[in-house]
Nanobody, 115 residues
Framework: QAHLVESGGGLVQAGGSLRLSCAAS????????MDWYRQGPGKQRELVAQ???????TYADSVKGRFTISRDNTKKTVYLQMNSLKPEDTAVYYC?????????WGQGTQVTVSS
């Protein structure tokens, strides 16, 4: 059975950093495109960053230059390094794994940035 489990969220002051992790199990992780999404209070869920199985990355304009997505296929884990955090980055962060029509979501981890 497939599972994606996020960790690393928490409360941080503006300008601080956090690293989120998403550990996968039950899937051929290296074949999956992995995404980080977030959903802020009263907002729609939005794509933050993506890393393909080949290692290509894309970012939302709002996080470019501040966030970095990476993956370690040996650990079946995708990371989101978040620097220079802003209050508007406050959200529940979710990881998503996609392989063709197969999609899995994690349960989310809360990130709160205080001003």
């Amino acid at each position: 059975q497939a599972h994606l489990v996020e960790s690393g969220g928490g409360l941080v002051q503006a300008g601080g950093s956090l690293r989120l992790s998403c550990a996968a199990s039950g899937i051929s992780f290296d074949a999956y495109t992995m995404d980080w999404y977030r959903q802020g209070p009263g907002k729609q869920r939005e794509l933050v960053a993506q890393i393909t199985s080949a290692g290509s990355t894309t970012y939302a304009d709002s996080v470019k230059g501040r966030f970095t997505i990476s993956r370690d296929n040996t650990k079946k884990t995708v990371y989101l390094q978040m620097n220079s955090l802003k209050p508007e980055d406050t959200a529940v962060y979710y990881c998503k794994g996609t392989w063709g029509v197969i999609v899995y979501w994690g349960q989310g981890t809360q990130v709160t940035v205080s001003s």
